[in-house]
C-alpha cells in the first residue's frame, strides 16, 4: 500500500475534475480525496497499491476533457487513513 498527495495546476475548477477524478479513482478502487484548493488548484489524496496509483496519476495529469493542467505536484508518504469511499471533499 502507498499514497501521495498530489496538487494539480492549470485550469482545473469548474470542468468536472473532482467529479472525474473521483469516478476514475473509484473504478480503480482506491481511497482518498479531492477537493479544491482556494488559489484555484485540486488537491487529490489517495491511497492503493502502487500500480493502481500510477494509473490515476497517469489520469491527473491530463484530466477531463475541460481541463488544462500546467503542472502536478506530487508527494509520495505512508500510508494513513484518509476514508472510504473515493469522495469529493468541500
Do not use: I
Not at 492549470?10 to 477537493?35: D, I, P
Not at 495529469?61 to 469522495?87: I, R
Request: contains cysteine; proline residues 4%.
Amino acid at each position: 500500500m502507498g499514497q501521495f498527495r498530489a496538487v494539480v495546476h492549470g485550469r482545473v475548477q469548474g470542468v468536472c475534475f473532482r467529479m472525474e477524478t473521483v469516478s476514475t479513482a473509484r473504478n480503480l478502487g482506491l481511497r482518498g480525496f479531492a477537493r479544491n484548493l482556494p488559489d484555484g488548484s485540486v488537491e487529490v489524496v489517495a491511497n492503493g497499491d502502487q500500480g493502481t496509483l500510477e494509473s490515476l496519476l497517469d489520469f491527473l495529469h491530463y484530466g477531463p476533457t475541460l481541463a488544462k493542467v500546467d503542472h502536478l505536484e506530487v508527494d509520495w508518504k505512508d500510508a494513513s487513513p484518509v476514508g472510504e469511499p473515493f469522495e469529493v471533499r468541500y
